[in-house]
């Protein structure tokens, strides 16, 4: 029987008690042509997808992989913190990011556009997020990131540009139903340590339906090791990010 585990994700799983559904993961139905396409060359002949790229290790081999698997690619770098507004390192770390993500692309011969949401993120994001600490509750700005900013301002980036999907470095599998309609099933990626469904789970189920997560079948070791194969040695041993989505690690004080 196929894996239909889930990390509690909110909307985007559809019900066990859909028949449909339960008869496609025992294996008794045919999977519908909006399935998450597999590792396999050519599967992406004549489609186009936007890569969220960081400058990391995961987004630079989720661009590789698409790439390689016949996808039109083009990456796309997130602005989501005015860095010009404070003192201190983090305006030098952003730009090397930057930096690092044009050299991703420029390496693999894709396209990369810039896109700022500082406001978004500032409104959606930032501001709930000391709110609520006011309140003396503890919470996650990477559920709301993930939610507003990455899989609702960047899917529509995407659609703006003319993609058919796109594209991030998350640990983390899709399976839609058969029945379709946009119904899917948020599953874990294979590598138990770097699974990030928990990160996705307040992700809107139609955000998900357009979206791929190549990493999701992959441990992290095997991906570092594909990114020095193809000559991204800088992006393999670079550390992965921490501290707050998009805008890393901070002090906020007063």
């Known amino acids: 029987k196929?894996?239909?585990?889930?990390?509690?994700?909110?909307?985007?799983?559809?019900?066990?008690?859909?028949s449909d559904w339960n008869a496609w993961s025992a294996g008794k139905g045919n999977k519908s042509p909006g399935t998450q396409p597999s590792?396999?060359?050519?599967?992406?002949?004549?489609?186009s997808v936007v890569v969220g790229i960081s400058g990391g290790v995961d987004s630079a081999v989720t661009a590789l992989l698409l790439k390689q698997q016949g996808y039109q690619v083009s990456g796309v770098y997130m602005t989501n913190w005015d860095a010009k507004e404070e003192a201190g390192d983090w305006g030098c770390e952003s730009a090397k990011h930057l930096e690092d993500a044009?050299?991703?692309?420029?390496?693999?011969?894709?396209?990369?556009?810039?896109?700022?949401?500082?406001?978004?993120?500032?409104h959606q994001v930032f501001t709930v997020f000391i709110s609520e600490i006011a309140q003396g509750l503890t919470p996650n700005p990477d559920l709301a990131c993930?939610?507003?900013?990455?899989?609702?301002k960047l899917v529509q980036f995407s659609r703006d540009q003319g993609a058919d999907f796109l594209a991030t470095g998350?640990?983390?599998?899709?399976?839609?139903?058969?029945?379709?309609?946009?119904?899917?099933?948020?599953l874990r990626g294979v590598d138990p340590v770097r699974d990030q469904t928990y990160f996705l789970a307040a992700v809107a189920s139609e955000s998900l339906v357009r979206v791929l997560f190549p990493l999701g079948e992959l441990h992290k070791d095997h991906?570092?090791?594909?990114?020095?194969?193809?000559?991204?040695?800088?992006?393999?041993?670079?550390?992965?990010?921490?501290?707050?989505?998009?805008?890393?690690?901070?002090?906020?004080?007063?």
């Open 2 to 18: 196929g894996s239909t585990n889930v990390n509690a994700p909110l909307d985007s799983v559809v019900s066990e008690e859909d």
């Open 39 to 47: 590792l396999q060359d050519g599967v992406g002949m004549g489609k």
């Open 102 to 122: 044009r050299n991703i692309c420029n390496h693999l011969g894709i396209p990369l556009h810039e896109v700022n949401f500082v406001r978004e993120y500032w």
């Open 146 to 152: 993930n939610r507003y900013i990455k899989f609702q």
């Open 170 to 186: 998350h640990y983390a599998r899709i399976q839609h139903a058969p029945s379709g309609g946009g119904k899917l099933q948020l």
């Open 223 to 254: 991906v570092r090791q594909l990114a020095r194969d193809a000559g991204l040695a800088k992006a393999a041993e670079k550390k992965s990010s921490s501290g707050i989505c998009f805008i890393g690690n901070r002090k906020f004080t007063d």
